[in-house]
């Protein structure tokens, strides 16, 4: 299926950068490129939105906005909750923003605001308008209710089909959760006189080719791929931006600033999705979120780590190109994408070429990458291996950095492992390809003996460090139990994770 | 019944209302402090120049290149100070310090503009440093002898002889670690002088009046020309009890100085680094049992990592010594308590106050010897209940005893553990790397502040011409459901619906001299003056009803809105009608309410005494499972009896019980600062400074079958309208959760495996405690060693000195030297010690 989504036609450049929020007309004339969406709403007298961390991990900065629901003209608009703190205020350019003052009022509340005050869900109030948007986006979700309550992979849903997960970005440091368990999982649906529900039948705002230019720098959101090369051309400091989730944190917790900084997350040519005889072509500036929709487990290693990467708010923001842009050795997408064998497309002014993941990094935070090239697409092998798997070893269950990640996909006919390929995160400078394992296994039956020598191998691949999230000596043993792991649940009935 | 405590017929306390603010927190409507900016012109901004070493002396100071960044104001430094260069109530934290005392420590204040001049202002103040050494962790400090304040001592008994006639004695060392408050809300002030040219602060705190001295301390003005004012906090948890004073005082001293407006928000990374923590704990310890596993004696020693200032450690310590028993009762005593100096964050009250690190330590001892015992831990823990009539080391009662076993009876039969119980055994035989447990542990926790004096309140009831009525209190709101709780109490005791109240922010000018919110007496102390203003107002009002009526005044009902008398059949006259009435007949609507606690008695030298009103009980039982590849575990699920009186709000106290928990959970179990503990040059600095690092509990964390329900025939003598405190003790039912994990990671061993288990017990904690647990070298790595009367705690040392009755704290005025005066963090800070102004 060609997916790529047709550009419309949009005034070049519109002169006056402006976007809608609940409802109302707002411009951009005190903010400058670096300044966050969060400060300029709250600078709007918007202050239900709150600053709780800066950085996209507690939620209390979640907002609304009108996303497309699908690759196609008339697949209507999705209510998408983001961090706002994370991305540029200038990037809402055109768009539509709800937030929890837009949702309701204490005199008329939206049913999200009814169950959360009624049962208790609010203690302090600081967590709670970011809970309230993060909700709301679940309650407007078309196909919820359409599962089972346990909702299958990845998924914790109510009997009203609501996911737990769309809250797994918001903290509550006050309730312990559970009243707000019970609001969710009270929720009905939208009534046919519901605004916000009625607009998701008609079509997302389309990107706005933007230019923001102040004092501090230039925010330009570029139209299409050729527009990005050839700013950057003319930009060689420029920072490619997408998702904002790493960006962002960069600008409000490091103090980094950028004198030019390019969109691309709307791009056309880098949000391609196609399902090929030979590879699945998934777009760069594709969210994780679209991603998971899109693929609809269709490559069952990523549906297993997908709902494991950070939380639904940053998954609503985060790109697969961006989290491998970032060249981070602690990434959840690489060693999924390793043992599946991935390339990454590169795009350049002199065309294209692609790149097995396997090369694509050269150390820490270094890639083969050069200056001048953008990844536009992640390009997944077909047939898959059939026995996949992803572990994730880290404190908390939810949005947590992984101190180790393991990506399985083995190949077994006739109990012998014919194809291992293992992806590793955390235990090097790099995400790394477990090659002596995966030699270790490959034409020896699947058996207890041979998995116990092959984790002993697996024991001693990378370089694990001791750092805050772990001990060194903690990682070494997570390699060495991964294999046994996966070996004890082969064949078994899948129970759910537990954590780490 | 007492009449503190009993309720009038169709009382609004005991109704089932969602929080006062719940309209407004859901729909962002809620105003919080930052969020007053937006409201106030001209405000400048502050932002901190933070030392990047974790012990320095500071050499010099150059500002000038700050104030050439477009945008930049004026640079704050000590010479600025008017009053006393001092923000610690203990007299030993500089606010503008010469000696940084810990990574981050913040040198000197820029004001801007805007806050991104502040923060690039900031970056260009020159500062030269001396670098010294640093003590980090908490052994560093023990073995340096790097101590401050009073060392406390507990004893009851005769401890060697108890020791001589155990049959089992244990001994073991146990370092476990603190907490980070992490309010949602980041501490923030924001002040400007007003129209009156008096200094008006908002601040984000749990005690207006001490902040509100600590800026007159430090402008050099008298309480009177300074007020505080708190509209709400995002969360509190006992981080903003004493952290927020030096705070507003930088931002009111910014407005002073400019005479514009000054907000001071930390951002999570400045708070997180700068503000104080819940304290680590070191313990030695040795327990003696007798045959049938009665504790016999207990003998400890006790050293709470204070950080670099004293700030609430000595009463954090206290509490810790009050509560190392729990729910236990232990005939022979000794309890050692000591602080120890390190070069980090001055650590400080967090919900439990030392309680949960003195308990802690009990839960470990008992679960760590269960096995060795031969006996299952909750039967150890039962058999070892206080009985009526039984007291406390420190020689207090323990009135209604009897409630720790109601509890335990009922948790064990709502939550159908002994079949649970049996279903665990058999999960477990038939599950190799996967195992379950299940863990129940109880929680006595006294309430009243330590110091006798802190238990007072006061309020201020207006009752309007129109019938309205208006509150204020000295409590402050920070979601725990105060304001909620008197707005019932006020309705209950006027007798009016709760609509025709309404509640105003705390403010220092309206209520005088209150003490934190904290100590969870919120509630019990605020109601009790609430109350009694109310009762002031409805005895006038019972008189002019009465000749009304044709009845006694003592007859008078005020119920929903109507006066009447006994008769419900009879005369009666609408409330606004009565008020009206009697304003006509110069009757004064108004009035000034105050509240002590009676019977508290507290000698801090001896540790003897009665310090509590009553204790809380409740008692949790926790099932969890396993992964043996990893050490990840989950809360399946989670049972709970707790003890708060007669409810005075069921939504409110569910609230905080399950939110309590939760947090202690975390505490336990997820919650990891790390401080760089290396040789290397970040050494000292906090390695966990942001959500992507300290993760606090999400909803992954949340049981996932959670029951709780409040114990029955609860009602409490001691407190306004028979309800109790709850605010801290759940927090510690969280032990269960921990045991369980311990218990479970023994199940991966041969029967009777005793397990040492890391606090907190993360997935990394309780992957070795199950690797030891397999290893037939599992004793080996044991730290519990039994045998002969135990190894004895390290006892003080000649230089010890007792806690002075009175060093809780007293602003203002410097502690009176009868032991060794707390030693100063710099001879700056002495002299200006010297200097507080009367």
Known sequence: MASTTTPTAVPTHAAVPTATVNGQ????????????????????????????????????????????????????????AINACLIPAASLDGQEVVTAEGLGTADDLHPVQYEMAMRGGSQCGYCTPGFVCSMAAEYYRPDRGAEAEDGGEGHECGPNGFDLHALSGNLCRCTGYRPIQDAAYALGAPAESDALAERSSRRAPDAVPTRLTTAAGTYARAADLEEVLALRAEHPDATLVAGSTDWGVEVNIRGVRAPYVIGIDRVAELRTFEVGDEAIELGAALTLSEIEERLDGRIPLLAQMLPQFASRLIRNGATIGGNLGTGSPIGDTPPALLALEADVVLASPSGERSVPLADYFTGYRATVKQADELIRALRIPVPLSPVTAFHKIAKRRFDDISSVAVGFALTIDDGVVSRARIGLGGVAATPIRA?????????????????????????????????????????????????????????????????A | MSHLSERPVNPVVGQQIPHESAALHVTGAALYTDDLVLRTRDVLHAWPVQAPHTHATVTGLRTAPALTVPGVVRVLTADDVPGANDAGVKHDEPLFPSEVMYHGHAVAWVLGETLEAARLGAAMVEVDYDVLPALVTLTEAIEAKSFQGAQPHMERGDIEAAFEGAAHVFSGEFEFAGQEHFYLETHCALAHVDESGQVFAQSSTQHPSETQEIIAHVLGRSSNEVTVQCLRMGGGFGGKEMQPHGLAAIASLGAVLTGRPVRLRLNRTQDITMTGKRHGFHAQWRAGFDEQGLLQALDATLTADGGWSLDLSEPVLARALCHIDNAYFIPNVRVNGRIARTNKTSQTAFRGFGG???????????????????????????????????????????????????????????????????????????????????????????????????????????????????????????????????????????????????????????????????????????????????????????????GRLGVHPNEVVFDGGVVRGLSASGEHIDWDDLVVQSYFQRVQLWAAGYYRTEGLHWDSASMQGTPFKYFAYGVAVSEVEVDGFTGGYRTLRVDIVHDVGDSLSPLVDLGQIEGGFVQGAGWLTLEDLRWDETDGPNRGRLATQAASTYKLPSFSEMPEEFNVSLLEHAHEDGAVYGGKAVGEPPLMLAFSVREALRQAAAAFGPTGTSVDLASPATPEAVYWAVESARSEAAAMHRTTAEGGTGAVPEQPGASAHPMHPRSERVVGHPVPVDGPAAPSASPEGSRQAAGVRP
């Open chain 1, 435 to 499: 090659r002596d394992t995966e030699a270790a296994l490959e034409g020896r039956p699947f058996t207890r003996d041979v998995v116990r020598a092959a984790a002993a191998v697996m024991r001693r691949e990378g370089t694990p460090m001791s750092d805050h999230r772990a001990s060194g000596n903690y990682r070494a043993a997570m390699l060495g139990t991964a294999l046994l792991k996966l070996h004890s649940q082969h064949g078994t009935t899948s129970t759910t994770e537990v954590s």
């Open chain 1, 25 to 80: 007309a707002c411009g951009f004339e005190r903010i400058s490129a670096q300044t966050s969406a969060l400060d300029w709403l709250r600078d709007q007298g918007l202050t239900g939105a709150k600053e709780g961390c800066a950085e996209g991990e507690c939620g209390a900065c979640s907002v609304l906005v009108a996303r497309p629901a699908g690759d196609h003209d008339d697949a209507g608009s999705r209510w998408t």
């Open chain 2, 356 to 546: 949960p690190q003195g308990m802690l330590v009990i839960e470990d001892i008992l679960g760590r010897c269960a096995p060795l015992l031969g006996a299952p831990a909750h039967e150890l823990r039962r058999k070892n209940f206080y009985a009526e009539g039984q007291s406390t080391p420190y020689g207090m009662p323990v009135r209604h005893a009897e409630r720790l076993t109601a509890a335990w009876d009922a948790v064990l039969s709502k939550g159908d553990v002994a079949d649970r119980q049996a279903q665990v055994a058999e999960f477990n035989r038939g599950h190799e790397h996967t195992k379950r447990a299940i863990a129940i542990t109880p929680v006595k926790f006294g309430i009243s502040f330590n110091l006798t004096a802190f238990n007072q309140a006061g309020a201020l009831v207006h009752v309007y011409k129109d019938g309205s009525v208006l509150i204020n209190h000295g409590g402050t709101e920070m979601g725990q459901g105060l304001h909620t709780k008197m707005l019932q109490v006020a309705a209950t005791s006027l007798g009016v619906p709760l609509s025709r109240v309404r509640l105003a922010p705390t403010r220092t000018d309206k209520v005088p001299n209150t003490s934190a919110t904290a100590a969870s007496s919120g509630a019990d102390l605020n109601g009790g003056a609430i109350k009694n203003a109310c009762e002031q107002i409805r005895e006038r009002l019972a008189q002019v009803a009465a």
